[in-house]
């Protein structure tokens, strides 16, 4: 099976930069995965990463590839409180079936006012 | 255009009670994933559709649980004899035809076995 692997807990204040961090296994992955998860809610898709890319900004969001480590990050300029969340690093299993996605433990973002 | 959406939101049930959930996907959506989630951990993946056709199943989905999707729209989860240890937020998720594996989260049905 796979291993994504993920810190668990993340503070910043308001206006900082955050970084999640992530490191995967399945160095076959094509694409990457970044959600978000508010307190009793789904996973909403943020943003992802093909493999041959090194870097993909969405707005706030810089995503950060590294193929040859086998390590992905989320940085969030301008970190606001609705920010926070719990970020999930999720990877494709393509030794399985088209699809199935694996997930770390989620890191926790504080953002203080 | 709607998202995922899942009923019932919350689900309390007795040990031994049958249970079942339904998930209606993003239209057009052919591919229909679930998972389960516990407290502090990130979802694991339980089974997958293409279209009507139940592709594969996780070990995690012991003879207790069962899921269809037969017309390949909507599909449930039905979890027999429910045990303590089932207890979890179920997810359900949607993706569009194609290369890529974006999947598409409903809010999840909360079930809690007391």
């Known amino acids: 099976g796979e291993d994504v692997e993920q810190s668990l807990f993340l503070s910043v204040r308001e206006g900082d930069s955050s970084v999640i961090n992530c490191t995967y296994t399945d160095s076959s992955s094509t694409y990457l995965y970044w959600y978000k998860q508010e307190p009793g809610a789904g996973l909403q898709l943020l943003t992802y990463i093909f493999s041959n890319m090194d870097m993909k900004q969405d707005q706030r969001l810089t995503v950060l590839l590294n193929k040859k480590d086998k390590h992905l990050s989320l940085r969030i300029a301008d970190t606001q409180t609705g920010d926070s969340a719990i970020y999930f690093c999720?990877?494709?299993?393509?030794?399985?079936?088209?699809?199935?996605?694996?997930f770390g433990r989620g890191t926790q973002l504080t953002v203080w006012p | 255009d709607t998202g995922v959406s899942q009923n019932p939101r919350h689900k309390i049930t007795k040990r031994g009670q049958n249970v079942t959930f339904r998930c209606d996907p993003i239209s057009e959506h052919n591919r229909l994933y679930w998972y389960r989630q516990t407290l502090g951990q990130g979802p694991e993946f339980l089974t997958y559709?293409?279209?009507?056709?139940?592709?594969?199943k996780s070990r995690l989905l012991s003879d207790r649980f069962s899921a269809e999707r037969p017309k390949g729209s909507f599909s449930t989860l039905e979890i027999q004899r429910t045990e303590q240890g089932d207890s979890a937020m179920y997810l359900c998720?949607?993706?569009?035809?194609?290369?890529?594996?974006?999947?598409?989260f409903g809010p999840g049905t909360r079930l809690t076995v007391t």
């Open positions: 999720a990877d494709p299993d393509r030794g399985s079936t088209l699809g199935r996605l694996y």
């Open positions: 559709f293409q279209n009507e056709a139940q592709l594969e």
């Open positions: 998720a949607s993706s569009p035809p194609g290369q890529g594996y974006e999947q598409y």
